[in-house]
T-cell receptor, first 111, second 115 residues
Framework: TQLLEQSPQFLSIQEGENLTVYCNSSSVFSSLQWYRQEPGEGPVLLVTVVTGGEVKKLKRLTFQFGDARKDSSLHITAAQPGDTGLYLC???????????FGQGTELSVKP | DTEVTQTPKHLVMGMTNKKSLKCEQH?????MYWYKQKAKKPPELMFV???????INESVPSRFSPECPNSSLLNLHLHALQPEDSALYLC??????????????FGDGTRLSIL
């Protein structure tokens, strides 16, 4: 079974704090995607990382893909209440073409 | 606004009812997906359609019956569901079946409650 381990599963922080979410596997991914889901809505794609060692920035969000393409991280700087939501990492393996999701991180940012 | 439209947004049905969930996209995507999602959990893949043909069935019980009438529409027919089937049902699409690294575009889901 191909698993994506995502941590932490729950995170409650104050506005202005920094945080990092991790996504790890023993398998190599062709790519990793990060999604954010708000209550009552479907997941929305934030970024896709493809190349080992890649770093992408989206305003206060920084995404990294590990050199071996087995892990990824999402770092949020100076979190805002609007960042509250369920963050999901998801990976494509070379076979099957299925998107495999991590367990998700429920983030709550309090004003 | 999402580019994948799902109807209805909410559905309450008894265990003996028959109902259908609908999904529509006009982005020219040729891969479409059904996922089931429980609260605070990740989506679980149910079915994948590639070029209007069923390509993946993740051992889903037969009380769920998918249908893809054309490249823009995807249905999920429901019959004799159980209370544990209560969940958010998400539809998604992507450009090319089997092409790696492509994003999936999700609808906002149908919140299904089984009485």
């Amino acid at each position: 079974t191909q698993l994506l381990e995502q941590s932490p599963q729950f995170l409650s922080i104050q506005e202005g704090e920094n945080l990092t979410v991790y996504c790890n596997s023993s398998s190599v991914f062709s790519s990793l995607q990060w999604y954010r889901q708000e209550p009552g809505e479907g997941p929305v794609l934030l970024v896709t990382v493809v190349t080992g060692g890649e770093v992408k920035k989206l305003k206060r969000l920084t995404f990294q893909f590990g050199d071996a393409r087995k892990d990824s991280s999402l770092h949020i700087t100076a979190a805002q209440p609007g960042d509250t939501g369920l963050y999901l990492c998801a990976g494509f393996y070379n076979q099957g073409g299925k998107l495999i999701f991590g367990q998700g991180t429920e983030l709550s940012v309090k004003p | 606004d999402t580019e994948v439209t799902q109807t209805p947004k909410h559905l309450v049905m008894g265990m003996t009812n028959k109902k259908s969930l609908k999904c529509e996209q006009h982005m020219g995507h040729r891969a479409m997906y059904w996922y089931k999602q429980k609260a605070k959990k990740p989506p679980e893949l149910m079915f994948v359609y590639s070029y209007e043909k069923l390509s993946i069935n993740e051992s889903v019980p037969s009380r769920f019956s998918p249908e893809c009438p054309n490249s823009s529409l995807l249905n999920l027919h429901l019959h004799a569901l159980q209370p544990e089937d209560s969940a958010l049902y998400l539809c998604a699409s992507s450009l090319s079946p089997g092409a790696l690294n492509q994003p999936q575009h999700f609808g906002d889901g149908t919140r299904l409650s089984i009485l």
